[in-house]
């Protein structure tokens, strides 16, 4: 929801004193104005991530011994040795179901376990093994073939390279930048005599030959120098203690002939990601970053550590499966053609062959990297779905517009919100509540004199199928009169400081103190918390949002809880900290499901994240601002988000601070409409902006847009349905759909949604024009409002005044839509579909539409109707693929729209069971749309229409 | 009687509503002919009757599905007998939400709703009446308001008319007093000024005669061994004389005092040397004290220089001798003196009626440049002060000057503006006040106040809200809101319906 000054300028007001008060004063105010950059610590002031980027690209010290190797059916595991310390690890190759790979390497006789998410946790199961080959040694060479790829592992120097089709796809440790930080005893006299050595050496500096002694001397008795931030790291005024010594783990990852890398997010960056080489490396840290910077590779509230790599003839995935901080830098080569003889066959007319390569650290953890081979888009999305899941169909109500401001401020408020949507006749689905509606930040617990009834006030917004969502932050004040604080400090559920007793910090209530969401028992006692009896004043139609769980905490090092600080498992908060927000948001499923023993499904909303959030709430971009940039980058990141399976997200619409003008809210409606996730939400300091509230001509326009947006609903459900299958990102990057036209590749301000809409937000103010990009040769597109037609494979300057989206439907595509405006998603459960069919030159189409109650688990029992449209031959054909017993619907079909035709049909009829009916229509031969009337139609029925 | 009429009436429309489609009111009834091509009532395409309310639009208008949802922009009327006819957008039909108090906008099954009409009619009767009360009370006030307001401001114009007309005479009799007061002033001032010289010399030539006696207490001081020969040696051992503060007086140090001498004697000291010392110099007992205090220096810090500086500068005040007293003018200025008192209290209160005319002209000007309604109704809230207190806050409107909160618990007051101006709708300004310009928010904007009013037979602040931040929302009755209540007649029911 929002960060808060606090923060931002805590060691301002109280570190420093006396004298220069005033200037201090300032510094604080500036910080108003931007993110305050010294709150959060570069690569500089992280000790692993300096030296994992010291390393330069060589010959690795690890070799695998091709004598130890064991064969599996599906795996081979050696040992490999890191020759200078003698340190052993155990190295296994795993050949997973459905062209993926598994490569782990761990210590083998580690002085202390390392932390691996559990499977459940982040992997929804162990992954299918799939046989593995061994296809014997040549030279230093092992080959092990799997279906049509192929892994070669070299002994020594390690290295590892994936094929396949005999192409080269993946490059592991080719650079030699593999570091394994092994566990091991503190030093006798530790950091301090090496700090006083470098301290000499500075002193002697010119005296070389006693340095080089030194360094050869070194070299005998360890191979990894001690340093000083590997025992005890300081940043600003807090000291980390590290008593396990350093832990981290680092590894070089190249894609031969790839140019474009795309993923883990949360960056505020380009949905290409770019070369690191004078930035910092893109960080993974779940951090609460008080207004953030555009165009940086620094780390945001949520992290996925999944990277796509793709070009013209393939995408790859490499899916990095640790919970740790982490850095990915990134850097842009040229391929090492003596090796891979194959590549030059895919790249014609160039004379070097691209390479990205890729370095990645984390602080802690094991090696244990997932390779998805693809080959296409949609085949890495169903792999990395394999391994982490889906995103469960949404209720139809959450993918509709949500109205969201920090704060209404009472019932009165509340109410007389909803009545001005319907007064505005502007349909919305779900009213929220920020930290304010609580009494004193005490979640589960209502402000009893701005919110004396919550009951009825839910009653009333459920009486129009509306919803509320409140907001549940991680965060418990320390007042033992607080019952569900008082509980879990009793029961022993709270995180702990280094010295174990429960870790005390800042957040919005003040001194407070945290679940151990970690422990499946801390989830289920949470979960229960959402009960009826538990929250009293929740009602059915109440769902939840957690916020700055990633966790935010106001007075510790980056805003967020200390390294060093230990889970009730015995894990530091350093080896566990990206998955700690993800498991808040599941236990707060758990307990919403649990209300009504699983049958309904709900709704949740979170700021943190990690790889499996997917399958349990939905993700928006924070803490974004009022500004045009914000609206522009809101595309990459949500597009990013989707990329990693996250499909159900979106950014604050109208930016979160600041007062955007009427200009800019109106745009940013537009856009929000027709991304995944749409929810206005404004800042408590900001001036109201409800979408009733602006001049006339604007409100006609964002009316139109959120009507837009509940025209497409059953398209957006039929799409979510797909994607809990296949895990398809619902909101696409171009190249996702036209993986092999290579102008597509760095677009990232057109966008489809599924396969057959694509979108071009207008995002620049005073914007009267848009430049779209039509991918796709020979494809065909139309203007969803007047349809006018555009070819593929061109950009296009096209007229966008204020009340224009731009907006296309595909030519081959049929789309289903609801065209009766109502107050809510619920109300139009009922209401007729309008089918439009958009030819291709071919004059055929495709499509297909999911209905079932819109609201339960029943669909997983098969209780929905699937049905396949197709046009070919003059007809179009409803072929309903799935009926489930006993679901049954009273939708029908109203009109059909067939959009591209050349000519007017002289008779359309409808055919169904052996009757034929002839139906009116209408045809213009300008824009070539024939409108037929009323078929009528139960939509879960199977009929023909044909034009003769 | 009234009952019977009453029952009449729903006969006959019972019957006219089976005949017209559903959702089409009686006014518009005629359009609707049963077995007759329809005309699209205001985008005019014709469809077949079969066409209207079968649940599909067919007119750009919507008007061919007047009981059904199928058009987003149709309206349905929902007769609701009991109450009064309305009009609903057409997607609330068949929305499972009963919108009609008579439930005939849900007729598809998905909802069962009751009939409300006569409930809502009555209570709304009912409101209505007690609001026609209300405003019958609060228009009787409003009447004296508006009689209090005209009279005012008939006073006000009055009053100021009259004194700009006395504005002229006044200031010229000031004028011409001024010119006499001038022209005594003139030898009077002269005349002190050289009794003030003559004083100032004589006081110089006693100071410097003072100041040699100083000098040549000083001296002796100094003069350690007595040989009438201030020398370097004696001045060393006053550490007032360390010049670069480093706790010794070197030989350096001393001799520079001594005008580079080794030694001066009295006349010497009183002609060269005190002058340049006697600031610096300090007697053997005070000289004591500064050494005591001197550690404490190197800790102070600025306050603490600040107050040391201040007791620095204070001390010459204390150390001065008392005043002398200037000698009385001789008799002649005296009397010029009294002359021109005389004149100048005749002056003075010239000025003050003056002025006083003018401050009246300010405050009636400020009366009337401010819009006190078509009636001068609002003019009885002037210099009147609301309060009305939540559970924070205590929040104050000073009509036409303010408004502002303060902490319940005590605590500074806040403005929250200052009167800007009317801000109701264009149609009806006097619906809403804005007070504008208060105190500026941390980070934000300056607080201002939309004060919403309405009728009601007392002067009342009766709500205060924080819509945004810092934008704050007041509701206030007044009887100078009220209306002049329609009369009362029988015909009502019969036009609703």
């Known amino acids: 929801m929002r960060s808060r000054m606090v923060a931002a300028s805590d060691t301002v007001f109280f570190s420093g004193h006396t004298m220069k008060v005033a200037g201090f004063f300032l510094l604080g105010l500036a910080s108003v104005f931007s993110v305050q950059r010294d709150n959060f610590r570069t690569c500089d002031n992280v000790g692993f991530c300096k030296r994992h980027r010291a390393l330069e690209p060589g010959t690795s010290s690890y070799a695998a011994s091709a004598s130890s190797m064991k064969l599996n059916p599906t ?36 002085m202390r376990k390392r932390y691996e998410p559990p499977v459940g946790d982040v992997l929804i199961k162990v992954p299918e093994g799939e046989e593995l080959k061994y296809n014997g040694q040549s030279g230093n060479q092992l080959t092990f073939n799997k279906g049509t790829s192929r892994v070669v592992l070299t002994t020594e120097p390690l290295r590892i390279d994936v094929y396949s089709d005999d192409d080269p796809v993946i490059s592991i440790n080719s650079q030699g930048l593999l570091k394994f930080e092994h566990t091991r005893p ?65 590894v070089d990852i190249s894609f031969p002939g790839v140019e474009h890398v795309y993923g883990i997010p949360e960056h505020a960056d380009s949905l290409a990601l770019k070369t690191t080489k004078t930035t910092d490396p893109y960080r993974l840290y779940n951090l609460d970053v008080f207004e953030y910077d555009l165009y940086n590779p620094m780390a945001l509230y949520g992290a996925v550590p999944l990277m796509l790599a793709h070009n013209e003839k393939r995408t790859v995935g490499v899916f990095w499966l640790n919970a740790a901080e982490t850095w990915v830098d990134i850097s842009s080569n040229v391929a090492d053609k ?78 007389t919100v909803d009545e001005n949507f319907d007064k505005f006749d502007i349909p919305y689905d779900v009213i929220w509540l920020d930290i304010e509606h609580t009494d004193g930040k005490r979640y589960f617990t209502w402000d009893a004199a701005k919110f004396p009834n919550s009951i009825e006030m ?41 010295d174990g007793g429960d870790f005390d910090g800042w957040c919005w209530p003040g001194s407070s103190g945290w679940p151990d969401f970690l422990e499946k028992h801390v989830r289920d006692w949470w979960a229960d918390k959402f009960s009826a009896s538990e929250y009293v004043g929740s009602a059915p139609n109440l769902y939840v949002w957690n916020d700055m769980n990633e966790p935010s905490v106001f007075n510790a090092p980056e805003i967020t809880v200390n390294r060093d600080i230990k889970h009730l498992g015995g894990w530091e908060n350093r080896e566990v900290h990206n998955i700690y927000g993800m498991y808040v948001h599941e236990a707060t499923m758990d307990g919403l499901l649990k209300r009504t023993n699983y049958q309904e499904r709900a709704f949740v909303l979170t700021r943190a994240f990690f790889a499996g959030t997917q399958r349990t709430a939905a993700v928006w971009t924070g803490d974004n601002m009022g500004e045009w940039s914000h609206l522009k980058i809101s595309n990459p990141m949500i597009m990013s988000l989707n990329l990693v399976g996250i499909t159900f997200s979106g950014a604050d619409v109208g930016g979160f601070f600041r007062n955007p003008d009427n200009e800019l809210v109106t745009r940013w409606y537009q856009a929000g409409a027709f991304q995944p996730f749409f929810r206005a939400h404004a800042h408590l300091d900001t001036k109201r902006r409800e979408p009733y509230l602006l001049p006339d001509e604007n409100v006609k326009v964002i009316r139109e847009a959120i009507r837009a947006r509940y025209t497409y609903l059953p398209y957006w459900y039929t799409e979510f349905f797909t994607s809990e299958k296949d895990g398809a990102a619902v909101m696409r990057p171009l190249w996702v759909e036209f993986p092999k036209e290579k102008a597509t590749f760095g677009i990232d301000d057109n966008y489809m949604i599924g396969s057959a809409l694509l979108v071009r937000p207008v995002t620049d103010q005073g914007a009267t024009n848009a430049n779209v990009y039509f991918p796709g040769a020979g494809e065909v597109w139309y203007d969803v409002e007047t349809y006018q037609t555009y070819k593929g494979q061109q950009e296009v300057n096209v007229q966008a005044p204020l009340s224009k989206i731009p907006v296309y439907q595909k030519g081959g595509t049929i789309i289903p839509r609801k065209m009766r405006p109502r107050r809510s998603s619920t109300l139009m459960f009922d209401d007729p579909f309008t089918l439009v069919v958009a030819l291709d030159p071919k004059q055929e189409a495709n499509g297909q539409l999911f209905i079932d109650d819109y609201r339960t688990f029943k669909y997983r029992d098969g209780a929905y109707g699937f049905i396949k449209y197709s046009f070919t031959s003059h007809k179009l054909h409803s072929n309903v693929e799935h009926q489930g017993s006993g679901f049954t619907t009273k939708e029908w079909l109203e009109r ?53 | 009687m009234f009952y019977k009429l009453l029952l009449i009436l729903s006969l006959s429309f019972f019957a006219q509503a089976a005949e017209r489609p559903r959702g089409v009111s009686s006014a518009k009834a005629s359009f609707y002919q049963p077995g007759k091509d329809f005309k ?41 007998r009991g109450h009064r006819g309305s009009y609903i957008i057409s997607s609330r039909v068949n929305d499972g939400i009963c919108d009609c108090c008579d439930g005939s906008d849900e007729f598809d099954e998905k909802i069962k709703c009751g009939n409300t009409c006569d409930e809502i009619g009555r209570k709304e009767r009912e409101e209505r009446e007690a609001f026609r009360q209300l405003q019958e009370q609060g228009y009787k006030i409003k009447q004296e308001y508006m009689q209090q307001g005209k009279r005012a401001k008939d006073e006000k114009r009055a009053r100021l008319s009259e004194l700009e007309k006395q504005m002229a005479e006044l200031t010229a009799a000031r004028d011409e007093i001024q010119t006499r007061k001038d022209e005594v002033e003139a030898p009077e001032t002269e005349a002190k000024e050289r009794h003030q010289k003559a004083w100032e010399e004589l006081k110089a030539a006693r100071q410097a005669e003072k100041d040699r006696v100083k000098a040549a207490h000083a001296f002796a001081e100094l003069d350690a061994n007595r040989d009438n020969v201030v020398d370097y040696p004696e001045m060393q051992k006053h550490l007032e004389f360390d010049i670069d503060s480093d706790g010794t007086v070197s030989v350096e140090e001393a001799r520079e005092y001594l005008d580079d001498s ?80 005389v004149v100048r209290k ?55 000057d303010k408004s502002s909160q303060r902490p319940k618990a005590g605590g500074i007051e806040t403005s929250l503006g200052k009167w800007g101006h009317w801000y109701g709708p264009e149609e009806d300004k006097y619906d809403a006040m804005k007070y504008e310009n208060g105190q500026s928010c941390w980070n934000g904007p300056s607080r201002s106040t939309h004060v919403n009013l309405h009728c009601g037979v007392e002067n009342k602040l009766t709500g205060a809200s924080e819509p945004s931040r810092c934008e704050y929302q007041f509701e206030f009755t007044t009887p100078a809101r009220c209306k002049q209540p329609e009369p009362v007649t029988g015909q009502h029911q019969h036009t609703e319906l």
């Open chain 2, 346 to 400: 005749e002056y003075d209160e010239a000025a003050d009626k003056v002025k006083d005319a003018e401050n009246e002209v300010n405050g009636l000007k400020k009366y009337l440049e401010v819009d006190y309604g078509p009636d001068e109704e609002f003019s009885a809230l002037r210099d009147q002060c609301f309060e009305l207190t939540d559970r924070e806050y205590t929040y104050k409107l000073c009509a036409f």
């Open chain 2, 262 to 341: 080794d030694g001066v004697d009295l006349a010497k000291f009183q002609d060269k040397i005190w002058t340049n010392i006697k600031d610096i110099y300090k007697p053997p007992a005070e000289a004591q004290e500064t050494k005591e205090a001197l550690p404490d220096e190197d800790v102070a810090t600025g306050s603490q220089d600040e107050e040391d500086r201040g007791e620095d500068s204070a001390k010459p005040k204390e150390a001065g001798e008392e005043e002398e007293k200037m000698p009385p003018y001789d008799e002649e200025t005296q009397k010029l003196i009294e002359a021109a008192d």
């Open chain 1, 75 to 110: 795996s081979v595991s050696l040992d490999v040795l890191e020759k200078k310390s003698d340190v052993k690890f155990t190295l296994t190759i795993f050949g997973l179901k459905d062209n993926t790979f598994r490569i782990r390497l761990e210590e083998k006789d580690a």
């Open chain 1, 338 to 415: 003596s090796i891979f003889s194959n590549l030059a066959d895919f790249v014609t007319g160039n004379n070097e062959i691209p390479q990205t390569d890729t370095h990645w650290f984390s602080e802690s953890g094991v090696i244990d990297v997932f390779l998805m081979l693809g080959p296409g888009p949609k085949d890495v999305f169903r792999q990395y779905a394999a391994l982490t899941g889906t995103t469960p169909l949404p209720p139809l109500f959450s993918i509709s517009y949500h109205q969201c401001r920090w704060n209404y401020n009472d019932q009165d408020d509340v109410r």
């Open chain 1, 896 to 948: 059909v729209i067939v959009v591209g035709l050349p000519h007017e049909p002289r008779k359309v009829t409808l055919h169904q069971s052996g009757q034929t009916k002839e139906l009116i229509f209408t045809y213009d031969s300008t824009t070539h749309v024939l409108i037929i009337r009323k078929p009528g139609v139960n939509i879960l029925q199977n009929w023909t229409i044909s034009l003769h």
């Open chain 2, 40 to 80: 699209c009532l205001t985008s005019g395409e014709t469809v077949p009757w079969e066409f209207v309310n079968d649940d599909y639009c067919d007119c750009k208008d919507g008007t061919d599905e007047p009981g059904t949802s199928a058009c987003a922009n149709g309206f349905f009327f929902c007769e609701n």
């Open chain 1, 458 to 498: 839910l009653r009333n917004i459920s009486s129009k199928g509306r919803k509320m969502v409140t907001i549940v932050d991680p965060h418990l004040k320390r007042d033992d009169n607080y019952k569900v604080f008082a509980e879990a400090r009793d029961k022993g559920l709270l995180i702990k400081n280094k």
């Open chain 1, 186 to 250: 503190k030093p006798e006299a530790p950091p301090a005599e090496n700090q006083d050595e470098e301290n000499k050496e500075e002193a002697q500096e010119g005296e070389e030959e006693q340095q080089k002694e030194e360094e050869v001397k070194e070299e005998e008795v360890k191979a990894e120098p001690e340093e000083p931030d590997m025992w005890e790291e300081t940043f600003k005024s807090h000291t980390d203690s590290k008593p396990f010594g350093p832990t981290s783990i680092g």
